[in-house]
């Protein structure tokens, strides 16, 4: 084993359908304290299962966290003299529950909430700011939490004169400007849920073969919206032409949800869709279509992604007018995340590069080239707002940025002469050691991330959890460790390691699909021989080691137990405990066809290969399972399933459905509990 540490210099630190359950629901009252019994209780409408009677002990009394300040959205204006934002206060990680759209001045020195129609306490949320092409104003979406209705609305850019331009009944998001001040948008009109598969999905009723709402393309004139593209496409993203005659993007017919997996590039011109580019293969999904200034070109990242917004591949440019693709960075070792022209007519690409983020120029997008690394440091940036948000002809950007140990702020400036326009977290502090890793797997080299706490070890070694991210096309990019389950943990006396295993964003697009029809196999590998590197170099108590994570990270949880004794307990989130009957239960089944090579229906086997209850009766570890009863992408019966398995075989465990929530978690009572009990589980068999 060859083994590489780094650890993380912060450089100046820059800087994170439908399913419907099934299930019964019975309604008891929840206990005063986290209880867990022989026989079933719920939590609200929540299901809980236990082979065993435990009641928690209370842990150590802190002091309440100081709210962590999210900013969502950032928008700088063309004249690069104001940013507007949506935010506020964040508690356990979740998205903040008050939102506020905030305008400052580039150079600092003046700061307007604009008072909104709904106030403080019958609050709602404002989305999507877009700037017009003169400075003057800014435009943005507003909705009431719950509701599927929109507003849209436009203030001064000194927060007065607030007016409603449209009230519509449905979904708008994606607000931009023409080049002749046009305002388009994506609408959907007759919303039945929130647009994407992580959003809480609709009671299962009616006729489920009805054509689902289609968003779409839409422009708003005189108080009303003339649609673009056709209703019976579903367009994800798209970006207006330079002349203001029509737009590209991404889109498929059908069910939202469903099939991004299998969307293609179109050109939606005055009368017509016509398709661009059609992937090559079930392997290559589409991103981030972007035109060049000249209108000649689109340019757009192409690969194995396995949700929608986690983007990951390779560049691919081609005629505006139609033509072959050509892949700008074929055998690139890294992964490109986001896209943009820059002012000068140059593409230029924020690159994840094992643990680096890169701002990265590829010049004008026609040929293949080696990239001209503009930036890079061990930071995250929020999406791609270092790209979007530029003001042309300074190219000055505002964006958020963070790392592990900093928090996030808004910062503004050219690029690699950034600064801090807002300094609202600078009371936060995150005083744990990072080390970036890597370590040989089979034939690749993997990196992850290990987290040490400040508090001493009992005995000079401490209990470690593997953390495994979601995706699998994903990556753990430094965020800071601000409120939520990583901290408590770390607060705890808990050392953290997060590993990139293949199947990841980083290293290329070989190594993103190595894990195709092989779920759970070398994955799992990469992890633990992960573990041999991190026990090697730090005091960490080999017999103390526990696993967890959410989405795929839940279904690692679900499948290592399975597989290997080395985990002394076991936290599974959104897991999938079999594929099989997951694949006629989720509301996203298009995402399977890429990684398994075809349905359920012609190949179970493949599918039988990777599931944990295929090797149900080899677990030994105590599990606790949680999911959201509405969740889409890794439907609530899957944990249920696997639940229920484990009772049976008498493994102490506990199920845990929680009422109203999709595949992320929005409720901060939900986020607090689900904390808590995390970390009593761990308490429980770790120490």
Not at 32 to 55: D, E, H, N, Q, Y
Not at 286 to 303: C, E, N, W, Y
Not at 510 to 523: C, E, I
Request: aromatic share 10%; with cysteine; net charge negative.
């Amino acid at each position: 084993m060859t083994l590489k540490v780094r650890s993380p210099h912060c450089q100046r630190q820059r800087n994170d359908n439908d399913y419907y359950p099934t299930i019964r629901h019975y309604k008891l009252p929840m206990p005063s304290k986290p209880r867990l019994a022989l026989s079933a209780f719920p939590f609200s409408r929540a299901i809980l299962f236990a082979s065993f009677t435990l009641t928690f002990g209370a842990a150590a009394a802190a002091p309440p966290p100081v709210p962590q300040h999210s900013f969502m959205e950032v928008s700088i204006s063309p004249d690069a003299r104001n940013v507007a934002s949506v935010e506020g206060d964040a508690a356990n990680s979740g998205a903040p529950v008050v939102r506020d759209l905030v305008i400052r001045s580039a150079d600092g020195e003046t700061m307007t909430t604009v008072a909104l129609p709904c106030g403080r306490v019958n609050q709602c949320w404002p989305s999507s700011p877009a700037w017009t092409p003169d400075s003057r104003k800014i435009t943005f979406a507003l909705r009431k939490p719950g509701s599927h209705a929109r507003a849209i609305y436009q203030v001064n850019a000194d927060g007065s004169n607030l007016t409603l331009l449209l009230a519509f009944d449905g979904i708008v998001d994606t607000l931009k400007y023409g080049p002749r001040g046009q305002l388009a948008m994506l609408a959907t009109a007759g919303a039945t849920k929130e647009a994407g598969a992580t959003e809480a999905g609709a009671p299962l009723t009616g006729d489920l073969d009805e054509a689902p709402p289609e968003q779409r393309i839409a422009i708003l004139e005189k108080g009303t919206l003339r649609w673009i593209s056709p209703a019976s496409l579903f367009v994800y993203e798209y970006d207006w032409r330079p002349d203001g005659e029509g737009f590209v993007g991404t889109a498929a017919p059908g069910d939202g949800d469903k099939n991004w997996w299998v969307a293609k590039l179109y050109a939606f011109d005055r009368a017509e869709a016509r398709v661009l580019y059609a992937p090559a293969s079930p392997q290559q999904q589409l991103a981030m279509p972007k035109i060049s200034r000249d209108g000649k070109r689109v340019a757009f990242i192409a690969g194995i992604m396995s949700d929608f917004g986690a983007t990951g591949g390779d560049i691919y440019t081609l005629p505006l007018t139609g033509g072959s693709a050509v892949n700008l960075t074929p055998q690139l070792p890294a992964s490109v995340i986001s896209l943009a022209w820059s002012c000068d007519g140059h593409l230029v690409a924020g690159v994840l590069a094992e643990d680096q983020t890169q701002l990265v120029d590829f010049g004008n997008g026609i040929q293949p080239r080696h990239g001209k690394i503009m930036w890079q440091g061990q930071e995250s940036f929020s999406d791609d707002q270092p790209l979007l948000n530029n003001a042309c002809p300074t190219d000055t950007a505002a964006m958020v940025h963070e790392s592990f140990n900093h928090p996030p702020e808004i910062e503004i400036g050219t690029t690699g002469h950034w600064h801090d326009l807002t300094h609202i977290n600078k009371t936060l502090t995150a005083p744990f050691k990072v080390q970036s890793v890597n370590w040989n797997s089979d034939q690749f080299k993997v990196q992850g991330w290990l987290i040490l706490p400040t508090v001493a070890p009992a005995g000079g070694k401490s209990p470690l959890i593997t953390i495994v991210h979601g995706g699998p096309a994903s990556a753990v990019q430094p965020r800071f460790i601000g409120a939520g389950k990583n901290r408590t943990l770390l607060e705890h006396g808990y050392a953290l390691f997060l590993p990139n295993p293949r199947g990841s964003f980083g290293q290329g697009e070989a190594f993103t699909a190595a894990n195709v029809r092989d779920f759970g196999y070398g994955d799992l590998r990469d992890i633990l021989s992960g573990l041999d590197a991190v026990t090697a170099i730090a005091p960490i108590d080999p017999e103390k080691i526990g696993i967890t994570g959410h989405s795929y990270g839940g279904y690692m949880t679900m499948w290592a137990v399975t597989q290997s004794n080395r985990f002394k307990a076991a936290v599974a989130d959104a897991g999938i405990s079999n594929w099989q009957s997951y694949y006629g239960e989720n509301g996203i089944d298009e995402w399977l066809i890429p990684y398994f090579g075809t349905s359920v229906y012609q190949d179970p086997a493949i599918y039988a290969k990777s599931s944990p209850l295929t090797f149900i009766r080899q677990i030994h570890t105590p599990t606790l399972s949680i999911v959201g009863d509405a969740d889409i992408e890794c439907p609530a019966p899957q944990t249920q399933e696997f639940g229920h398995a484990l009772k049976a075989l008498g493994i102490p465990s506990a199920t845990i459905i929680y009422p109203d929530e999709g595949h992320h978690f929005h409720d901060p009572v939900h986020l607090a509990d689900r904390d808590k009990r995390t970390l009593e589980w761990f308490d429980r068999y770790l120490r």
